[in-house]
């Protein structure tokens, strides 16, 4: 496409010429066959040129969308292993919340286990304390019921019983002596009866003190093994956490390495947009500056220059030259002078000449528009005691001129501002001697042209 143009160009470039060497009597009896040799000779030079710049543009453009396309696998790349790490994170969350859910199981059941413990052991005492009660009513119990049987042996047992009841004087006294021997009896009976039960009773308390034991070593056997675990749990949920901190490291620096794949995608983009701007700006301010330029001839002027607009000149950083940019804070080549005055200043052509490009509609302090850093802004071609000038005027607040439009030098073209990269209102001059060629730029000194301020 941009070979195609350019083919257009240099036969509408030479359809011009033509035009202009049959239509323009008066300038070709003024010139000479040579001059008229060498003017095209000139032209085709710019062509060549032009024509190299394009192909330098068409070069760069692959180069750039090689890169755009490098830059958007890597960041497919990246955002695949972003969502590998995040799946991996989100397991590894449920993992550790699942161990974490172990732990708290365990560290109530060993609390359940405790207070069971506790329990038995409470209980361990009690039967203890009631066994080693039984034992001693047994015992005292045992020595009573000896010194009983002793003393019934001694006595000669039931007979003694008899004698006693037989030995009563009167009816009343054998009642009152069988109640008292019945009575003897019956807590003997009592006696035997409690010694056995109480016999038995320990008994059992002594299989459940041995039941409870038992109970007691199993339980802490379960604690033991409880607290192992739990043990285990807990240096698995620590090998979790630094697996999931790592996870979330590695996460971090994949977001990191998106950020800056994304940030050389935009760049490589906006590279790519600005070289694609910058290959149609150039065709298209080749074609008008070309139209442009035989109008210039035709206007063309001996009167020099004049300053294009009232205001300081030489402030801090407006020189021409390499200077501190004051926006991208690194050193570039400033190919103008800027000249401070108050917003709405008047801004004059320096020069007769024929306006081939003008940029409008931008914001005061905003590039996004089509004059970019220029903001609006203003292209002339002039023909200067036969050399061709191209001068820029840049940041304007306000544009009154138009494309192909001729004007004097000293007419009013617009008026000062600060749009596009600027940090104030001024206005930023340039002066091109030969034309101002897009990728092969040759400006010159404005004070070199321009009266002295």
């Known amino acids: ?93 449920l993992e550790i919340k699942e161990t974490e859910t172990k732990i708290n199981r365990l560290e109530a059941q060993i609390e359940e286990l405790e207070g069971e413990i506790e329990d038995l052991e409470n209980q361990i005492t009690e039967l203890e304390e009631e066994i080693e009660g039984a034992e001693q009513r047994i015992a005292d119990r045992e020595d009573l019921l000896k010194d009983r049987i002793r003393s019934l042996q001694r006595s000669g047992g039931s007979v003694k019983y008899l004698e006693v009841i037989m030995g009563a004087e009167d009816f009343g006294d054998l009642v009152n002596r069988t109640k008292a021997v019945n009575k003897i009896m019956s807590q003997d009976q009592k006696i035997l009866e409690n010694h056995l039960a109480d016999k038995m009773q320990l008994d059992e308390d002594r299989e459940a003190l041995e039941d409870s034991k038992k109970a007691v070593v199993s339980k802490k056997e379960n604690v033991e093994s409880n607290k192992s675990s739990v043990e285990d749990k807990r240096d698995q949920l620590v090998a979790q956490k630094q697996d999931l901190d790592s996870l979330v490291a590695n996460l971090d620096q994949q977001r990191e390495e998106q950020r800056a794949v994304l940030v050389s995608l935009e760049e490589q983009v906006h590279e790519l947009e600005k070289l694609e701007l910058s290959a149609e700006q150039e065709q298209r301010q080749l074609q008008k500056r070309e139209q442009s330029l035989e109008q210039a001839k035709q206007v063309a002027s001996g009167d020099g220059f004049v300053v294009p607009a009232k205001g300081t000149y030489g402030y801090d950083g407006s020189h021409f030259g390499q200077r501190w940019h004051p926006i991208h804070q690194e050193y570039r080549s400033h190919n103008g002078i800027d000249i401070a005055s108050a917003r709405g200043t008047p801004i004059y052509a320096a020069a007769t000449g024929v306006v081939y490009t003008t940029h409008t509609g931008c914001a005061r302090y905003s590039n996004n528009c089509s004059g970019g850093g220029f903001g609006n802004s203003i292209f002339i071609t002039h023909n200067v005691d036969g050399q061709e000038i191209d001068t820029v005027y840049a940041h304007l607040s306000e544009v009154y001129v138009n494309e192909q439009q001729v004007v004097q030098a000293g007419e009013m073209i617009g008026r000062m501002g600060s749009t596009g990269d600027s940090t104030g209102d001024h206005l930023h001059f340039e002066v091109h001697p030969g034309g101002r060629e897009w990728g092969n730029l040759r400006p010159a000194n404005p004070l070199n042209y321009i009266p002295t301020p």
Do not use: C, P, Y
């Open 1 to 93: 496409m941009v070979k195609k143009t350019l083919g257009i160009l240099s036969v509408s470039a030479v359809a011009i010429a033509l035009v202009f060497m049959f239509n323009q009597d008066e300038a070709v009896e003024a010139q000479s066959v040579e001059e008229i040799e060498k003017e095209l000779e000139k032209i085709q030079e710019e062509k060549n040129s032009v024509n190299n710049d394009l192909n330098s543009i068409e070069q760069d453009l692959n180069e750039a969308q090689s890169k755009k396309s490098s830059a958007e696998a890597d960041l497919q790349s990246i955002k695949n292993e972003i969502s590998q790490t995040e799946s991996e994170i989100r397991l590894k969350e």
